[in-house]
């Protein structure tokens, strides 16, 4: 296995090099691995998506959420009187 050194002009360099770490089990030191760097490139696009596409619906998540939370309230305390 060969080693390449990363710069700031590698593609795996990231805003989600931490979450491709962590859905890996590896460390940041693990990336200078040419295997393990080519294995994670290979996937970026996919997990990218991924990433930006659970943030979008978990704000999305939450504003439903809030819409909501005044009908559960009523539905628990109706609940409660029971």
């Not at 050194?5 to 859905?23: F, P, R």
């Not at 539905?75 to 009187?81: C, K, N, S, V």
């Amino acid at each position: 296995m060969g080693e390449v050194q990363m710069d700031k002009n590698e593609k795996v360099i990231t805003n989600h090099l931490a979450d491709y770490c962590a859905y890996y089990s590896i460390s940041n030191e693990a990336l200078n691995d040419t295997d393990i760097l080519n294995s994670v490139l290979s996937h970026q696009k996919t997990m990218d998506e991924l990433i930006d596409g659970y943030s979008e619906m978990g704000q999305l998540n939450s504003e439903i959420s809030n819409d909501f939370k005044g009908s559960e309230d009523e539905a628990l305390l109706r609940l409660q009187i029971m």
